[in-house]
């Protein structure tokens, strides 16, 4: 909520809010009227009976015909407060003209001039949980006059940390206002932004039901009156076009409407017409009913469309598998490959089946023809899990060192290395190359495949090996060094080594390639050296760091921490006290 006085930076709020900026200027709209001349009049009626001009009747006192109601009653008092409220306010006297305000809301409190000058009041006073309820107040009251406030506080609170589910508060009580025209663009618009922020909460139902609000309003733009730029917006937001939303109702089992979403899709275009194949395809497995959806995708893959992706042979697979027929699986890849010679999409997933049959030479061939083409991480791992079962070492290690250069990621290697953790032969084959490479006259190891090695060495605790490789790595790419460093000092203290992980931590910041993070990894250092119960070693360091940053607090906490941790509390206190 911090930033919610930005709101106010758009001319159209400002406009909405024009009332208090010119300074409480005329009377709110609804209040004209209801104060009666029994009640304006002064107490002394001295002027009974006075004629304006001579001849005229003497002056009376003003009676309604109509009795004041209990509403018009309280209206009184809030015009009386508002009233008040004006005169703080010309006096400079902004906190006492909130105050005067909060009565007079009270009083009337469905009065949206009152609910906008008390969210401006509000803001301006810094009270942005009161702003808040004021902002909900008006969504609810005068939820059109306020759509332009609540499209752009909604868009702010789902973008603040925290703020997603104020956001949702928010559209929830203007959707729901019995004042909401539920035929209008800006209903649509609450539709589409709540049901993206249910769909981001795993709210999947609910984004549906709001879905189909705007599935409708995509089909008729007349219905909801939708202006050239609502219907831009909708037409261009990938998040809600008619494939995306039909994927959702399949999720939550609206199939008739997923159905809808999908044929809609495919209108006008002879590439959504062949895609809609796939989509009906996806429908009738979620029907169980594998026999349509393998006619479907006989009808897809028997068209031009290009093979780009994996998800259509993905659901090819699980339909065979749910006729008992994934036998047919391989026979049928090869024969689209036959018309798809360049679908590098089509030519890994053969590879990867190839490879589950123990077809690997078949596989392996594969694989080299599409990174001829060009590197892929993706055809790097299939190639690197083949090379292992092929027990081809070196061309292991190479396919997954280029496959993190690629991916930078190490996360990619996980299955790898799970096999390998499972595989001690395999490590120390990869070991023997690896160290080789690196003595040989100029090594010949790049930096990739010594941090691969290491990473599959952590896994087996080869604690001598993995501080050789990444020590190596550090000094074959200086720009990786402080991640070598890092990687290596966690190793160090996974495996309860703190000392080791201290001295590290100190090298590599006597480094000159670590750059700006020398205080850092002095601070880590102290940790690890107290740690290993080296409290002056810990201390040394840390005044190593101060000598550039005496004053920072995360340091002067730090030396509190070690000085706490090795039980010497009033120093402790001391170094708590100064940070």
Not at 147 to 167: F, H, N, Q, T, Y
Not at 210 to 225: G, L, M, P, S
Not at 355 to 381: C, F, I
Request: net charge negative; proline share 4%; with cysteine.
């Amino acid at each position: 909520m911090r930033h919610l006085a930005t709101i106010f930076a758009h001319r159209s709020v400002i406009a909405l809010v024009a009332l208090l900026s010119y300074g409480f200027a005329g009377v709110p709209q609804g209040w004209q009227g209801q104060v009666s001349a029994e009640e304006s009049a002064p107490k002394s009626r001295a002027w009974e009976g006075l004629q304006i001009q001579p001849g005229d009747e003497g002056l009376e006192l003003f009676k309604p015909l109509k009795p004041l109601t209990a509403d018009d009653e309280q209206r009184k008092v809030a015009l009386a407060w508002y009233g008040v409220a004006q005169y703080e306010f010309s006096k400079g006297h902004r906190s006492k003209a909130y105050e005067s305000l909060k009565k007079a809301n009270a009083a009337d409190p469905d009065s949206p001039q009152l609910l906008f000058m008390l969210l401006q009041l509000a803001i301006a006073e810094n009270k942005q949980d009161e702003a808040y309820e004021y902002s909900l107040r008006l969504s609810e009251v005068s939820p059109t006059e306020s759509a332009e406030l609540i499209r752009r506080l909604g868009a702010l609170l789902s973008r603040e940390p925290g703020g997603v589910p104020r956001a949702i508060r928010l559209y929830e009580q203007a959707a729901h206002s019995p004042k909401i025209n539920k035929e209008s663009g800006f209903y649509v618009f609450l539709m589409k932004e709540l049901g993206k922020l249910y769909l981001n909460n795993q709210r999947n139902g609910d984004a549906a039901t709001c879905f189909e609000t705007v599935f409708d309003a995509i089909r008729n733009h007349e219905k909801y009156k939708l202006s050239s730029r609502e219907r831009r917006e909708l037409s261009s937001d990938q998040s809600i076009d008619p494939v995306a939303l039909g994927d959702i109702f399949l999720e939550v089992g609206k199939f008739d409407l997923a159905r809808e979403a999908y044929e809609h899709s495919a209108k006008g275009r002879q590439s959504s017409q062949v895609m809609l194949h796939y989509h009906l395809a996806k429908l009738e497995m979620k029907q169980n009913a594998p026999e349509k959806a393998l006619a479907e995708l006989d009808q897809y893959f028997a068209s031009d469309a290009k093979i780009r992706n994996r998800e259509q042979l993905e659901l090819l697979e699980q339909t065979l598998t749910a006729l008992n027929r994934q036998g047919e699986l391989i026979s049928r890849l090869e024969g689209y490959l036959q018309k798809h010679t360049d679908s590098t999409a089509l030519m890994i997933y053969l590879a990867e089946r190839y490879t589950d049959a123990e077809r690997l030479v078949e596989a392996e061939s594969l694989l080299k023809k599409v990174l001829e083409e060009g590197s892929q991480s993706t055809a790097l791992m299939v190639l690197a899990r083949v090379s292992r079962r092929l027990g081809k070492v070196p061309e292991y290690l190479d396919s997954l060192a280029e496959a993190y250069d690629r991916k930078e990621d190490a996360s990619i290697l996980e299955p790898e290395l799970a096999a390998i953790e499972q595989d001690p032969n395999l490590w120390e084959s990869m070991w023997k190359l690896a160290d080789s490479r690196m003595k040989e006259s100029p090594p010949t190891l790049e930096y990739e495949g010594a941090f691969v090695a290491a990473k599959a060495g952590m896994k087996l605790k080869k604690t001598e090996e993995v501080s050789s490789l990444l020590k190596y790595a550090a000094t074959k790419n200086k720009r990786e060094a402080a991640k070598m460093y890092a990687e290596l000092a966690d190793y160090y203290l996974d495996v309860d080594k703190f000392i080791e992980a201290g001295d590290l931590l100190k090298m590599g910041a006597e480094d000159p390639s670590v750059g700006d993070g020398r205080e850092n990894f002095l601070l880590q250092a102290s940790q690890a050296y107290e740690m290993g119960g080296q409290t002056e070693t810990a201390l040394q360091v840390l005044a190593e760091a101060k000598k550039t940053l005496p004053d920072h607090p995360l340091l002067m906490y730090q030396e509190g921490w070690v000085y706490s941790h090795a039980g010497r509390y009033e120093e402790a206190i001391g170094q708590f006290e100064k940070a």
